[in-house]
């Protein structure tokens, strides 16, 4: 039998046996370890990037993987997409000024009527107030004082009515309700709007037409269209109603308030009334 093993004596030649001995590493790995590879080993020579990851695991849980979509989009392409809308807008916004904004309106310290007039802390404070604030009510002054002092608070020593009385078939004159000195009703508040109103007497059944206009005088306040109007429609002269609401912007503390009334087919007819604002502190 022809072998290829070498002779005995040559098996056990020292040398070659160190030779052989002498190419093993230093720290032999453990049966089972971790194998040692040096950065860099790999090439792309001998792998190939482009297909070295199929990927064919689905997704799971809260791990997704961003593939393709349905119209062919890629993050790469998605970026490009987003760089694109990122130029200057019609206002002069980018992406970065619109998150700034953003964030602000988040984050930022609102501070409501004490905000800048305008802004949108500034306007849901105005709301707040508006719904969440207190109501001041008022009548005809016991004591006036010409234009200054014209409105009593309710409670106080004033309890009468404003009575307006109508024109024929038309207008009537100006009743002032306000006075320069009547707001505000409440320490430190700077402005108020006419919120309601409480007709107590007519003599007239049927459709009225009131006026209520804030300014120097009412024939001013019509001029500048600061006023507003409603209709009224009592059931019979004793009719009463609930208070009514009155839609009215808001003004400085101090403007004057007057009001006038038409009873609609008559003459010289009388509507009376007293009024509830709100206020402001900002």
């Known amino acids: 039998m022809t072998s290829t093993a ?3 004596p040559e098996r056990f030649d020292i040398r070659r046996i160190k030779s052989k001995t002498d190419a093993l590493p230093t720290s032999p790995a453990a049966v089972g370890s971790l194998m040692g590879l ?5 090439t792309a020579a001998k792998f190939d990037e482009t ?8 997704d799971s849980g809260s791990t ?33 000024t619109l998150s700034d904004q953003l964030d602000f309106l988040n984050n930022a310290d609102a501070g409501g009527l004490a905000a800048t007039a305008g802004s949108l802390s500034y306007d849901v404070g105005e709301l707040e107030r508006h719904f969440h604030g207190w109501e001041s009510w008022f009548c005809a002054a016991a004591s006036p004082n010409a234009e200054i002092h014209v ?36 320490t430190s508040q700077v402005k ?31 001029t500048a269209g600061t006023y507003t109007e409603m209709v009224y429609n009592p059931a019979s002269p004793t009719d009463k ?35 509830g604002l709100h206020e402001y502190e900002g």
């Open 151 to 186: 409105a009593d608070r309710i409670g106080n020593t004033g309890t009468t009515a404003f009575t307006l009385t109508a024109g024929n078939n038309t207008w009537g004159a100006w009743l002032q309700l306000l006075g320069s000195s009547d707001t505000p009703a409440r």
């Open 64 to 96: 997704a993987v961003a593939r393709t979509g349905a119209d062919s989009d890629t993050l790469e392409t998605l970026s490009d997409q987003l760089d694109a809308k990122a130029a200057t807008g019609n206002d002069g916004d980018t992406l970065e």
């Open 38 to 42: 040096a950065n860099d080993a790999i």
């Open 6 to 8: 070498l002779p005995w």
């Open 241 to 275: 109603t609930e208070e009514l609401p009155i839609m009215s912007r808001r003004q400085a503390a101090g403007t004057k308030a007057w009001a006038r009334a038409w009873g609609v087919g008559s003459s010289g007819k009388t509507i009376a009334l007293m009024f």
């Open 51 to 58: 297909t070295a990851f199929p990927l064919a695991a689905a």
């Open 192 to 222: 108020y709007d006419f919120h309601k109103i409480l007709v107590t007497t007519t003599n007239q059944a049927g459709v009225w037409f009131l006026q209520f206009a804030f300014g120097a005088s009412g024939a001013d306040a019509l």
